[in-house]
């Protein structure tokens, strides 16, 4: 499976953006997708995770209650909504697709990142 991130941009502290993932091959033999992010100087760390059914999702701590990843089947699209954005959540975001889990073993295919930056 081949995935494409995008919706990055600079945003205020408080403020929202809507990341999108779009998935193209065989995304049929694709469990879950996940969302993981790295900052400057920070080792890649697990966003957030979800069934390809949208059945199932896992969040990391630092982002529960303000992100919520979503599916959609029918455009082969995963979405993570983020809200009440902080400075701390400035990343390059990536997707990735394989297995549900939270770390990045977990996950065979992985897409280009996209730029999350939020001011304080």
């Known amino acids: 499976v081949q995935l494409q991130a995008s919706g990055g941009g600079l945003v205020q502290a408080g403020g929202s953006l809507r990341l999108s993932c779009g998935a193209s091959?065989?995304?049929?033999?694709?469990?879950?997708v996940g969302w993981f992010r790295q900052a400057p100087g920070k080792e890649r760390e697990f966003v957030a995770v979800?069934?390809?059914?949208?059945?199932?999702?896992y969040y990391a701590d630092s982002v529960k209650g303000r992100f919520t990843i979503s599916s959609d089947n029918a455009k082969s699209a995963v979405y993570l909504q983020m809200n009440s954005l902080k400075p701390e959540d400035t990343a390059v975001y990536y997707c990735?697709?394989?297995?549900?889990?939270?770390?990045?073993?977990?996950?065979?295919?992985w897409g280009q990142g996209t730029q999350v930056t939020v001011s304080s």
């Open positions: 091959g065989r995304t049929f033999s694709t469990y879950a």
């Open positions: 979800i069934t390809w059914s949208g059945s199932v999702s």
């Open positions: 990735a697709a394989g297995t549900f889990g939270s770390v990045q073993t977990d996950f065979r295919s």
